[in-house]
């Protein structure tokens, strides 16, 4: 991977009061890449994510956008934010305005863009998700999935360079995760640099480039998805892949 | 019946109504104003104020309004400080509905989400824009139902200013009592007069609920 380095951690350490939840992450995200956090519950993929968006306070280490420092004590967030899309588990779409007014918030109230123009975009992107006919509609009449994947439309009309996918699909009856993840592989193939945290193994290793396993804040192993799945080099990665494999096992 | 009386007293009943809407709107408004203010210093937790607020709220609602008022009329002359009786009943009613105002506010801000807030953040609103277009319309639609409650419950309470001899429709009812004895018919024109003010207050309220409320909720 000769690309530029697009999202670059050193040395990120994260407590909250006396627990450390984060030990000294090193992460690099090139452009286009698309990089897959795993690991178990509890091990810090979530805080790792909510503290690149500043979310949460970081207690030492740095974190830097394009090669600019987003962790100093002067970072204008309501700025970086604007480069990066972050998508929840829980969707979060504000309920007392419509799917369209959900998506155009951020462009024209942040980005100041002119109604015209956003909305052209948002129209674009609602029908890529199938849901243009649904733009007047609110929240409460969509589905899970239906408003996961307007959630991510909602970060994508801001125009990030880089996305960050926090569990998207762990809240959603079975049937309706495919369509989610559909929307985030086709992403993928347009070159959207993204880092995702997921429990999908399946879909973690068609979307990935790398895969990064983090178990107890510290990152264990760092490697090409392929590899990582096929043959992984630590036991606790070994250990956690097995969890996933009882259908092998059995048959 | 005497329908004679009842003719007769109806221009008082009309002046003492209009007395009675001037001390609730005025009550009201500034009931939403102090409780606004009070909802706001909770929710951010500015330091002292928040706890003087919450002084203040436990005082006005766990003392009867009508002690208040005398409370503001009578005992703050020891102090040398004497007050329109006007000025005393809006004061009053002021500081009753102020707290429950407070409450009604609060219990709606806080009934938005982490989550919300966070998502609002994650599209680069600054701290004010999340405010506008996310925490205030949200907050405010879980909050009507109360805030109506508690401008209805004000108007009805105006009734305890006859106390520091303001002429409202109390008052009129129970002067007209004391003058003629025509106690049914003085006491069902004032029922009839608290209903008509109180009626299309009610179903304004109701119907800006709806408008205030469409669309929202429900995952």
């Given at each position: 991977?000769?690309?530029?380095?697009?999202?670059?951690?050193?040395?990120?350490?994260?407590?909250?009061?006396?627990?450390?939840?984060?030990?000294?992450?090193?992460?690099?995200?090139?452009?286009?890449?698309?990089?897959?956090?795993?690991?178990?519950?509890?091990?810090?993929?979530?805080?790792?994510?909510?503290?690149?968006?500043?979310?949460?306070?970081?207690?030492?280490?740095?974190?830097?956008?394009?090669?600019?420092?987003?962790?100093?004590?002067?970072?204008?967030?309501?700025?970086?934010?604007?480069?990066?899309?972050?998508?929840?588990?829980s969707y979060d779409l504000f309920p007392h305005i419509t799917i369209l007014e959900n998506i155009l918030l951020g462009p024209l109230k942040v980005q100041k863009r002119s109604r015209e123009e956003a909305r052209r975009q948002a129209e674009t992107l609602l029908e890529r998700i199938g849901l243009l006919?649904?733009?007047?509609?609110?929240?409460?009449?969509?589905?899970?999935?239906?408003?996961?994947?307007?959630?991510?439309?909602?970060?994508?009309?801001?125009?990030?360079?880089?996305?960050?996918?926090?569990?998207?699909?762990?809240?959603?009856?079975?049937?309706?995760?495919?369509?989610?993840?559909?929307?985030?592989?086709?992403?993928?193939?347009?070159?959207?640099?993204?880092?995702?945290?997921?429990?999908?193994?399946?879909?973690?290793?068609?979307?990935?480039?790398?895969?990064?396993?983090?178990?107890?804040?510290?990152?264990?192993?760092?490697?090409?998805?392929?590899?990582?799945?096929?043959?992984?080099?630590?036991?606790?990665?070994?250990?956690?892949?097995?969890?996933?494999?009882?259908?092998?096992?059995?048959? | 019946?005497?329908?004679?009386?009842?003719?007769?007293?109806?221009?008082?009943?009309?002046?003492?109504?209009?007395?009675?809407?001037?001390?609730?709107?005025?009550?009201?408004?500034?009931?939403?104003?102090?409780?606004?203010l009070c909802s706001l210093a909770i929710y951010y937790r500015v330091r002292v104020l928040k706890s003087i607020v919450k002084v203040y709220i436990e005082f006005s609602r766990n003392t009867p309004s009508l002690i208040q008022l005398f409370f503001l009329y009578y005992g703050l002359t020891q102090i040398?400080?004497?007050?329109?009786?006007?000025?005393?009943?809006?004061?009053?009613?002021?500081?009753?509905?102020?707290?429950?105002?407070?409450?009604?506010?609060?219990?709606?801000l806080e009934a938005v989400g982490k989550t919300q807030i966070e998502s609002g953040l994650s599209i680069g609103l600054s701290r004010a824009q999340l405010v506008r277009y996310v925490i205030f319309p949200q907050a405010f639609s879980v909050s009507m139902p109360a805030l109506e409650a508690n401008a209805?419950?004000?108007?009805?309470?105006?009734?305890?200013?006859?106390?520091?001899?303001?002429?409202?429709?109390?008052?009129?009812?129970?002067?007209?009592?004391?003058?003629?004895?025509?106690?049914?018919?003085?006491?069902?024109?004032?029922?009839?007069?608290?209903?008509?003010?109180?009626?299309?207050?009610?179903?304004?309220?109701?119907?800006?609920?709806?408008?205030?409320?469409?669309?929202?909720?429900?995952?």
């Amino acid at each position: 991977m000769e690309k530029d380095i697009l999202l670059e951690i050193k040395q990120l350490h994260k407590s909250y009061d006396d627990r450390t939840v984060l030990d000294g992450i090193d992460l690099q995200v090139h452009k286009g890449e698309v990089v897959v956090i795993l690991g178990p519950s509890g091990c810090g993929k979530s805080t790792l994510l909510r503290c690149i968006n500043g979310l949460e306070p970081i207690q030492s280490g740095e974190i830097s956008l394009d090669g600019q420092s987003i962790s100093s004590a002067g970072t204008q967030w309501h700025l970086v934010r604007q480069k990066i899309g972050m998508v929840f588990q829980s969707y979060d779409l504000f309920p007392h305005i419509t799917i369209l007014e959900n998506i155009l918030l951020g462009p024209l109230k942040v980005q100041k863009r002119s109604r015209e123009e956003a909305r052209r975009q948002a129209e674009t992107l609602l029908e890529r998700i199938g849901l243009l006919d649904r733009k007047n509609a609110y929240p409460r009449q969509l589905s899970g999935g239906q408003k996961q994947r307007v959630a991510i439309v909602r970060a994508l009309c801001m125009n990030p360079e880089v996305m960050l996918f926090d569990e998207v699909t762990a809240a959603l009856d079975p049937e309706m995760v495919r369509e989610v993840l559909d929307v985030m592989l086709g992403l993928a193939k347009q070159g959207m640099t993204m880092v995702i945290v997921t429990h999908e193994m399946g879909f973690a290793r068609a979307v990935a480039d790398k895969v990064v396993f983090i178990d107890e804040g510290k990152i264990v192993e760092e490697s090409n998805a392929e590899l990582f799945f096929t043959d992984p080099k630590t036991d606790r990665a070994k250990q956690f892949l097995n969890i996933f494999n009882f259908d092998e096992e059995k048959g | 019946m005497n329908f004679g009386f009842i003719v007769q007293s109806l221009p008082l009943y009309w002046k003492a109504a209009q007395l009675t809407l001037t001390i609730s709107v005025w009550a009201i408004a500034l009931s939403l104003l102090v409780g606004f203010l009070c909802s706001l210093a909770i929710y951010y937790r500015v330091r002292v104020l928040k706890s003087i607020v919450k002084v203040y709220i436990e005082f006005s609602r766990n003392t009867p309004s009508l002690i208040q008022l005398f409370f503001l009329y009578y005992g703050l002359t020891q102090i040398g400080l004497k007050l329109e009786a006007e000025l005393c009943a809006v004061a009053g009613l002021t500081f009753l509905g102020g707290s429950y105002m407070a409450e009604a506010f609060r219990s709606g801000l806080e009934a938005v989400g982490k989550t919300q807030i966070e998502s609002g953040l994650s599209i680069g609103l600054s701290r004010a824009q999340l405010v506008r277009y996310v925490i205030f319309p949200q907050a405010f639609s879980v909050s009507m139902p109360a805030l109506e409650a508690n401008a209805i419950f004000l108007m009805k309470e105006t009734s305890i200013v006859s106390a520091v001899a303001l002429p409202d429709l109390m008052f009129v009812a129970k002067d007209l009592i004391g003058m003629y004895y025509s106690t049914t018919e003085a006491l069902t024109l004032l029922v009839l007069f608290y209903l008509l003010l109180l009626l299309p207050v009610s179903l304004l309220l109701s119907a800006l609920e709806r408008k205030v409320r469409y669309g929202q909720f429900g995952n």
